[in-house]
């Protein structure tokens, strides 16, 4: 992350210098398997991120880090505010917004499973990440679906 902000600090425009900084020292986080330092870091600077992209961006990486470091709860509440955000944004998100929706609801779901709330995955749930695996997303949409049917198939119904 240093290496980055050495190496790209003078390349970011000012304004979104600091954010674009905290994103993918964020992002350097999950891949290296420390989530909940992400989390920390993405749910502290979620306002300040100005480009739409990195604001979905990070909504998403946050889900992502969250499911991992097991913090279900808290991931919880965060799908809620995510939805919201998705209600708000709905301009930007376009065609995209039901597979959206879809997602944050069905992460919402599988939450509740991993609460202890429910026991079982419904079967249309896995159609829903059938379906959406097979559209074009971002790479860590696609890998947290990709972990979502992997947690599907052991809880299936």
Known sequence: ????????????????????????RA????????????????????????AIEYKVGARVYLCRALWRSEQFEFLEDNLHAFTQFIYRNKEYFGERIQKYR???????????????V???????MKKLLNEMDANG??????F??????????????
């Open 27 to 50: 992002v350097i986080q999950i891949y290296r398997g420390n989530y909940s330092g992400a989390a920390y870091d993405l749910y502290q600077h979620l306002n300040d991120f100005k």
């Open 1 to 24: 992350a240093g290496e980055l902000a050495t190496n790209w600090n003078s390349r970011i425009d000012p304004e979104h210098r600091e954010a674009t900084l905290i994103y993918n």
């Open 144 to 157: 947290l679906v990709k972990e979502l049917k992997q947690f599907a198939d052991v809880k299936g119904s």
């Open 137 to 142: 997303h971002t790479q860590m949409f696609r």
């Open 102 to 116: 879809k997602f944050s609801g069905y992460l919402s779901r599988i939450t509740t499973i991993r609460l202890g």
């Open 118 to 124: 429910e026991n079982k995955v419904p079967r249309k």
